[in-house]
């Protein structure tokens, strides 16, 4: 084999995440009240270009999953198959360029030469100038060319882009029509311009709409960095469009592997404390009354710095540096769970409390039903619309902690590529002068594109599930059709 | 009412219990004293001797819980978990690595800390409350959808870009105050403007828009329409009315941080280099000086206790309707 794969713990639950969400998908399509409250997920215009890019962005986290050890070239003379030190992924594998071809340090978005002047020598006198990058714009023979390359690459580019937008748009249109059982030109007619009926149409439009931005986008950026670093390059030299892509991935770990740890948590803790009552009452409650009362940022610190002792003091426990930032990741990840379920904790429990004496439940109990069988089938499945608002409104919220996080120092382990350690190292990189502005530039915009779509699918998820808020979106329907 | 008080300032007792022990598993179960002090002096190549005399230094040479070799009382109170737990019950919190008092400096650090949260806190309260107000006065046209598109893309910046961002512009480019510093008395104005604003510009967008539904709700209630029915004007009804009304959600999330104002803000302080609470945390986070997180945690829940007991009282000020038994 030409690779050895490596499973790396948090790939591991990444993908079972990722299996978890398809049988959730499924199980939500075989229930009429799901599918519905995901219909009027679909019905929103924001809800279904958010969607898109962040099915970008977990394309992009789940590449950086796939991760693997290189073989290295075997020596001369020996049979034994060796595989690099170094842990890489598909995403690696896929931006070799990016990752490999390395400046000698800062070079700005697109350029031909360095950012800081050095002493060379040129026909055998000693100057100081600004040295040729040794990647960025290598292939221009003459720099007036510079310009007019760009031009034409954003051109080819785009129009590359455009392309795989209609591949992409003729593959679902086709889809859809087999599966609303329409002719294909009437299919297209209905994603465009959608009829006016009882029932409101998915969002096709804003999907593609968005899809189209995106692959414009992303088909210049791609033909850029084909020979530039199209967001410049960071102290090292590293190529910043790669450190932010490697980023992606560690944002979204962070945002969703917490929940693994608040999901059972809250649920069993909430539905205990809801439906026992009693002494299991007071003794959750007691237990997420200590919890909160010691402030979020102060917890995880103390927490993270204990964590930071065991991995210091067991070197032994981890083979490569990659393991080791791997593990530091889930502790963050366990960490920021156990100081996080209690808010969703409480909620379930008030809900709980109503419920429990709503009629059904007391016949169930009249029939004999056992507790643990009442939660688990009757009460539960009524606590679902709760629990998933809060997932997906928690997510953006963990993503934003963990930039600050690392920034204070108590987050991922700092090998580790995430938006908080970009921005740490800018800080230093903006009292230069002039500015190195593009890794931060990079990071801001990423993130922005990351929370802001992960908010308004939150806000989407809520506006469905939340019965309070139907109530709401209704009124305000009938009151736009009077 | 007084029973009430002193009743709940009782159940707070087992709560910081709580909090004390949670600490203190996490501090000294957890990682032994030794591991610390591996870590402290490096990881490697530390002669057993060395860890004894770190350990000796600040007192971490006892036993966990239990003292056998000690007389009478001592027996529970010769251990690292009386020593450096229960005093803090006491406000007794030792000292940090670097030898200095920790509750002199805390005394020292609250000034600053207070100087920049409170001004924040009025000011942010007053502004996105207006603005929320505003966008309610609007609902339903387009600046109310703008308003609220704006909050959404405010909320989904992280805190650091405000921060980086607004003194990269004001005080690099613009040069209008410097770029970060403190000094005390009056002169502190210079310093503190800047990070006061970018704080409150900071927390618009996902207060505003909070407070927006809170108004939004109260707005369809039965009094509203009597008040306009009153032919009262639409201003004078959202803020005599409404405003009223959603105080007792708005204080629910705005008295529990009044005391916690006085731990300052981690990122603020330690970015505009102004020596608070908040600096001083990061300081001994960034150094691992367990004795100073340790006494902040403690610090912290104190206050969070203390501010759900005020949120509880200031029900009764503004909806005579609460009664506290």
């Known amino acids: 084999m030409i690779f050895k794969p490596v499973l790396l713990w948090s790939d591991l639950l990444l993908w079972s995440l990722v299996a978890g969400a398809v049988v959730l998908a499924l199980y939500c399509r075989s229930q009429d009240y799901l599918r519905r409250a995901w219909r009027r997920v679909g019905e929103s215009s924001a809800a279904m270009a958010s969607v898109t890019v962040l099915a970008v962005f977990v394309a992009v986290g789940l590449l950086d999953s796939l991760h693997y050890q290189p073989r290295l070239p075997a020596k001369e003379g020996s049979s034994e198959i060796q595989y690099a030190p170094e842990v890489l992924s598909a995403l690696d594998a896929l931006f070799a360029d990016l990752r490999l071809n390395n400046e000698k340090t800062y070079s700005a978005p697109l350029a031909t030469h360095g950012f800081a002047k050095e002493t060379m020598e040129r ?40 392309l795989l937008w209609a591949a992409f748009t003729g593959v679902v249109v086709g889809l859809l029509a087999l599966a609303q059982r329409r002719s294909y030109a009437d299919t297209c007619r209905a994603v465009w311009r959608p009829r006016r009926s009882a029932e409101r149409p998915i969002a096709w439009r804003a999907v593609f709409v968005t899809a189209a931005v995106l692959c414009v986008l992303g088909g210049v950026i791609a033909a850029w960095a084909d020979g530039y670093h199209v967001f410049g390059t960071d102290k090292v030299g590293q190529d910043v469009l790669y450190l932010s892509l490697k980023s992606v991935r560690t944002a979204l770990l962070i945002g969703t592997l917490t929940t693994l740890v608040t999901l059972p948590l809250a649920i069993a803790l909430g539905l205990i404390a809801g439906f026992r009552g009693g002494w299991w009452d007071d003794a959750i409650q007691y237990l997420y009354t200590v919890l909160n009362s010691i402030p979020g940022v102060l917890l995880i610190a103390a927490m993270v710095l204990m964590m930071q002792v065991i991995i210091d003091t067991h070197p032994e426990w981890f083979e490569t540096a990659a393991e080791r930032a791997d593990a530091r990741l889930l502790a963050l990840c366990f960490i920021l769970g156990l100081t996080s379920w209690t808010g969703l904790c409480r909620l379930l429990r008030a809900e709980t409390l109503k419920l429990r004496e709503l009629d059904y439940v007391q016949a169930a109990r009249a029939f004999g039903v056992s507790d643990a069988r009442i939660m688990a089938r009757h009460v539960l499945p009524n606590l679902m619309h709760i629990v998933l608002i809060a997932l997906v409104m928690d997510f953006s919220g963990l993503v934003l902690s963990e930039a600050v996080l690392s920034y204070i120092g108590i987050g991922v382990d700092s090998s580790m590529n995430s938006f908080g350690t970009m921005i740490n190292a800018a800080r230093l990189e903006l009292s230069r002068e002039p500015v190195v502005w593009w890794s931060l530039a990079a990071a801001f915009v990423l993130m922005l594109a990351l929370v802001l779509a992960a908010n308004l699918f939150a806000d989407a998820v809520r506006d469905a599930f939340d019965p309070r808020f139907q109530w709401r979106a209704r009124r305000t329907l009938r009151r736009a059709a009077a | ?159 650091l870009f405000y921060i980086i961002g607004g003194q990269y512009l004001v005080s690099k480019v613009w040069n209008l105050v410097p770029i970060s510093g403190y000094a005390p008395g009056l002169d502190a104005g210079r310093f503190l403007i800047l990070p006061v604003l970018i704080s409150v510009v900071g927390g618009i967008g996902s207060s505003a828009r909070w407070y927006r539904t809170l108004f939004l709700e109260e707005i369809n209630k ?51 280099g102004i020596p608070g609470l908040g600096s001083y945390t990061i300081d001994a986070i960034n150094s691992q000086d367990f004795a100073v997180v340790r006494s902040m945690v403690f610090i912290g829940s104190v206050l969070y206790i203390v501010g759900l007991l005020l949120t509880d009282i200031s029900y009764t000020l503004v909806d005579p309707r609460v009664r506290l038994k």
């Open chain 1, 123 to 162: 026909d055998g006198v000693q100057t100081r100038d600004y040295p040729r990058l040794v990647f960025g714009g290598a292939h221009l023979d003459e720099l007036s060319q510079h310009d007019a390359d760009l031009r034409s690459r954003a051109l080819s580019g785009a129009l590359k882009g455009a």
């Open chain 2, 1 to 159: 009412m007084i029973a009430y008080i002193i009743r709940r300032l009782l159940y707070a007792i087992p709560i910081l219990i709580g909090v004390n022990l949670i600490t203190f598993v996490l501090f000294f179960v957890v990682n032994s004293p030794d591991d610390m002090a591996r870590m402290q002096l490096g990881a490697k190549r530390v002669t057993p001797e060395a860890i004894e005399k770190w350990k000796a230094e600040r007192g971490y040479d006892r036993p966990l819980v239990w003292n056998a070799n000690a007389a009478g009382l001592a027996k529970a109170t010769d251990t690292i978990l009386f020593d450096k737990s229960m005093r803090m019950f006491v406000f007794d919190f030792g000292r940090a690595d670097d030898g200095r008092d920790i509750a002199l400096e805390i005394g020292n650090r609250m000034g600053p800390s207070l100087a920049i949260a409170i001004p924040t806190f009025l000011l942010g309260l007053f502004v996105t409350v207006s603005f929320a107000l505003l966008l309610v006065f609007f609902r339903n046209t387009a600046l109310d959808v703008g308003g609220v598109v704006l909050c959404v893309a405010a909320m989904s910046i992280s805190g």
């Open chain 2, 222 to 272: 039965d009094y509203v329409r009597t008040a306009r029915a009153k032919g009262l004007s639409e201003l004078r009804v959202l803020f005599r009315h409404v405003l009223k009304n959603a105080m007792i959600p708005i204080l629910t999330g705005v008295v529990v941080v009044i005391p916690l104002l006085f731990m300052g803000s981690l990122l603020l302080e330690s970015f505009f």
